[in-house]
């Protein structure tokens, strides 16, 4: 299983990124998000977005009208555009999915042993 995140590292204040993040594992149905940890700090969920059912997605307080979660099955892929990028934003980005495909996807507790992560990239905003 793969999880690949890619996207501009470095972007000045108020400006906008897009991160990708190209799959190995068919993401339809399953519950898939973007997490980022900055230095010193303890990894945060940033967004999680689910098709399954009737569909969810959940932003972090933070990000709330900056952010958008999306995702192209078709290609197995995952995005997420962050607009209006602050100082704070700064810090490494992950891109996690679920184990499993279905189920409820309602919450940023990603446990280790039913996710897989990626590498991660890293966005600095300055």
């Known amino acids: 299983v793969q999880l690949v995140e890619s996207g501009v590292g470095s972007v000045q204040a108020g400006g906008p990124l897009r991160l990708t993040c190209e799959t190995s594992?068919?993401?339809?149905?399953?519950?898939m998000g973007w997490f980022r940890q900055a230095p010193g700090k303890e990894r945060e969920g940033v967004a999680i977005?689910?098709?399954?059912?009737?569909?969810?997605?959940i932003y972090a307080d933070s990000v709330k009208g900056r952010f958008t979660i999306s995702r192209d099955n078709a290609i197995h892929t995952l995005y997420l555009e962050m607009n209006s990028l602050k100082s704070d934003d700064t810090a490494m980005y992950y891109c996690?999915?679920?184990?499993?495909?279905?189920?409820?996807?309602?919450?940023?507790?990603?446990?280790?042993?039913?996710?897989?992560w990626g590498q991660g990239t890293q966005v600095t905003v300055s």
């Open positions: 977005n689910s098709d399954y059912g009737a569909g969810i997605t």
């Open positions: 996690a999915a679920r184990t499993w495909r279905g189920g409820d996807c309602v919450s940023f507790n990603f446990d280790t042993d039913t996710t897989y």
């Open positions: 594992i068919d993401t339809d149905r399953r519950c």
